[in-house]
Nanobody, 122 residues
Framework: QVQLVESGGGSVQAGGSLRLSCAAS????????IGWFRQAPGKEREFVAL????????LYADSVKGRFTISRDSATNTVYLQMNALKADDTGVYYC???????????????WGQGTQVTVAS
């Protein structure tokens, strides 16, 4: 079973940047989709971005489009989320997940990481 480990979270001022990493313990199958989700305090977890593992095909939530970039490194089995121009509303726990469907629905994802905290001070 693929295990996912997120890292790179932290505290930053509004307008700053962070890069999150999602490292997989096993080789990710080419048919996989890797998604990033986040959960703000008191809110439900929501979709942020996703990428197909086998080719450049990405999707972003409207709230992060133009500010966040998802990318992958097949050599290291790692997916990144580059977050620029951060806002206080971006605060939350960020999770990566692996699924087999090109979908923003959390139910489509099978393996989840433990999450990494991102705090943006306004």
């Amino acid at each position: 079973q693929v295990q996912l480990v997120e890292s790179g979270g932290g505290s930053v001022q509004a307008g700053g940047s962070l890069r999150l990493s999602c490292a997989a313990s096993w080789r990710i199958y080419s048919s996989s989709v890797i998604g990033w989700f986040r959960q703000a305090p008191g809110k439900e977890r929501e979709f942020v971005a996703l990428t197909r593992w086998s080719r450049d095909s990405t999707l972003y939530a409207d709230s992060v489009k133009g500010r966040f970039t998802i990318s992958r490194d097949s050599a290291t089995n790692t997916v990144y989320l580059q977050m620029n121009a951060l806002k206080a509303d971006d605060t939350g726990v960020y999770y990566c997940a692996r699924g087999s469907q090109y979908s923003t629905a959390q139910s489509s994802y099978i393996n989840w990481g433990q999450g990494t905290q991102v705090t943006v001070a306004s």
